[in-house]
């Protein structure tokens, strides 16, 4: 029984970011029902890799939910949305501002006052008023808009996109969180409310510390590669046998890590006393350190800086850091039958997160979806024959 154990959650988003959040909610136990529409989540067919007919794409962000086909643009597909919201806390999409009222399932007008403790989460890009309001957001287009591309890569290459979609990632985290936030507050008020989160906002929000850094500075925030704009050294190095990361957060740290590499009498120069002497002098502590590490092994070097108390890491391709023997230690890979997924990074002592279903087919639970909403066979057979549910993906 996970800490959500008993949380029931309509999920009508589709892509990552709503996705993302509720899938976070169902590793720790809330019950979610994937509301599709008759084509299906697009990310379906986001691939290649398929596995089993599923995209790998789709299977990041959708286990441990159950799926139903809706055509909720029907009369008859609004009416089973507000059937199943009868025993929902938690309603989540990502549709465009006003869909939802032009389908008679508007917050303000309907569900506030049916459904009083309802918690509404609405993913949108901007927002649904000012200059962007309403406009359709996308993670790579957010990240260029707000001015994460503009930090990430490097001088000579230009702004670059992140490579992970970090904006709807954040956005399902923060979504996540604001469901978990207005559930508590239900404790105290017995009312639900609605949620609006905008990748727009949540992407300026994750921009740290380089938004800290222009709003107290006035200067623009440029690229800085894999260096740090506030901390040196904080940079990859090469070494003779492969790249190493080094994260040196303050002198303490600095000393133990000239001593590893053997260079007394670095720490004690006055370029080098502090992070802000070192900052002003990153070209000449980069090039020492440059040369020391072209010089020894990174696999050798990671265990001893560690165990040194320096933040140090080598550079891993995404394969090599889920085969570690670190990952297999944490669980953080884990298989359901063909399906294999990152595993639950917040361990909880008492009521731990669990893997239990795989991600769905499409429409792999309409049927008894409706069942347990106590729609008779006779009904669903009715509503799969016009077309307001599906039971397989349009051919």
């Given at each position: 029984m996970g800490a959500l154990d008993g949380i029931r959650v309509l999920d009508l988003s589709r892509v990552l970011g709503g996705p993302y959040c509720t899938q976070m909610l169902a590793d720790h136990g809330a019950e979610i029902i994937k509301v599709e529409p008759p084509q299906g989540d697009e990310t379906r067919g986001w691939g290649p890799p398929f596995n089993a007919g599923l995209s790998a794409y789709f299977s990041g962000a959708n286990r441990?939910?159950?799926?139903?086909?809706?055509?909720?643009?029907?009369?008859?597909?609004?009416?089973?949305?507000?059937?199943?919201?009868?025993?929902?806390?938690?309603?989540?999409?990502?549709?465009?501002?006003?869909?939802?009222?032009?389908w008679g399932l508007g917050y303000e007008a309907v569900l506030k006052d049916r459904f009083p403790r309802l918690i509404l989460a609405h993913v949108t890009g901007f927002g649904a008023d000012g200059?962007?309001?309403?406009?359709?957001?996308?993670?790579?287009?957010?990240?260029?808009?707000?001015?994460?591309?503009?930090?990430?890569?490097?001088?000579?290459?230009?702004?670059?996109?992140?490579?992970?979609?970090?904006?709807?990632?954040?956005?399902?985290?923060?979504?996540?969180?604001?469901?978990?936030?207005?559930?508590?507050?239900?404790?105290?008020?017995g009312l639900g409310q609605a949620i609006e989160v905008p990748l727009y906002d949540c992407a300026l929000s994750v921009m740290h510390p380089q938004a800290a850094n222009a709003l107290m500075s006035g200067k623009v925030p440029v690229a800085t590669g894999n260096g740090h704009p506030n901390i040196v050294p904080y940079d990859m190095f090469e070494t003779r046998t492969g790249k190493l990361y080094l994260a040196i957060g303050n002198n303490g740290q600095f000393a133990k890590l000239c001593e590893v590499l053997d260079l007394p009498d670095v720490p004690t120069d006055p370029r080098f006393a502090d992070n802000a002497a070192r900052l002003a002098h990153r070209a000449e502590i980069t090039a020492i350190l440059t040369a020391k590490l072209a010089e020894l092994d990174a696999q050798v070097l990671e265990p001893r800086l560690l165990k040194a108390g320096v933040p140090a890491g080598v550079v891993r391709n995404v394969n090599e850091a889920l085969a570690h023997p670190h990952t297999a230690h944490r669980g953080m890979v884990v298989t359901i039958g063909n399906y294999q997924g990152t595993g639950i990074p917040a361990l909880f002592s008492r009521t731990p997160g669990a893997v239990r279903l795989a991600p769905p087919r499409f429409a792999q639970h309409s049927r008894v979806l409706l069942q347990d909403a106590g729609y008779s066979d006779d009904q669903i057979d009715t509503l799969t024959g016009r077309g307001v549910v599906l039971e397989e993906k349009p051919s």
């Open positions: 441990n939910k159950r799926s139903i086909a809706i055509d909720i643009g029907k009369p008859e597909g609004q009416a089973i949305i507000l059937r199943l919201l009868e025993t929902a806390d938690v309603l989540v999409h990502n549709f465009k501002a006003g869909a939802l009222e032009k200059p962007l309001g309403g406009f359709p957001g996308y993670d790579a287009v957010v990240q260029a808009m707000t001015g994460l591309m503009s930090i990430n890569g490097t001088p000579g290459a230009g702004p670059t996109r992140l490579g992970t979609p970090v904006v709807d990632i954040s956005t399902g985290l923060i979504a996540c969180n604001a469901v978990l936030a207005a559930i508590i507050e239900r404790f105290r008020s």
